[in-house]
């Protein structure tokens, strides 16, 4: 029905002097024909071929979506996994760095009772060594003073006394 009114109004511009018919007009009309034919004639085909690419490219974008989705999912189950066994790690570590510092202060605590008992023991041996020379001492002047003044009868004047001392 639109071809018939479209060539009726062709017709009629002709006859009437309104359409004149040269070669770019001509070029026109046969671009216009074309166009229409193709439309309704091979319309269905077309939107056929182009539904078929359209389905094939999104399959496509499907497909390639899924590879990164489950590429990304085991990156995620990847890095959870690296988480949990990094957190596992620092316990162990934390641990072994307590029972390290557990051990070098038991250690640190038994030498230094170690230290202080050698070193009260060893001012003991002194503290008795100077008790000793200080016996002997006075038992020296002893000896050299008075056995003097009991077993002889010799008297002893104070210089000999006071530098003796």
Do not use: H
């Not at 390639?64 to 316990?91: H, R």
């Amino acid at each position: 029905m639109k071809f018939i009114i479209l060539f009726l109004t062709i017709l009629l511009g002709s006859f009437l002097e309104i359409i004149v018919f040269n070669e770019e007009v001509l070029l026109a009309l046969c671009f216009i024909s074309f166009t229409l034919f193709a439309y309704n004639q091979l319309g269905s085909t077309i939107s056929d071929i182009f539904a078929d690419r359209a389905s094939k490219f999104e399959a496509d974008l499907i497909v390639v979506f899924e590879a990164k989705y489950n590429s990304l999912t085991e990156l995620a189950n990847d890095s959870l996994m690296f988480f949990k066994l990094s957190g596992s790690l620092a316990l162990i570590e934390s641990s072994q760095i307590y029972s390290l510092l557990s051990v070098t202060e038991s250690t640190k605590y038994w030498w230094q009772c170690n230290t202080l008992t050698l070193t009260n023991s060893l001012l003991q041996n002194m503290d008795r060594l100077v008790y000793k020379w200080s016996v002997l001492s006075k038992q020296s002047n002893i000896q050299s003073i008075i056995y003097p003044l009991i077993f002889s009868n010799k008297t002893i004047n104070s210089s000999s006394i006071s530098s003796s001392l």
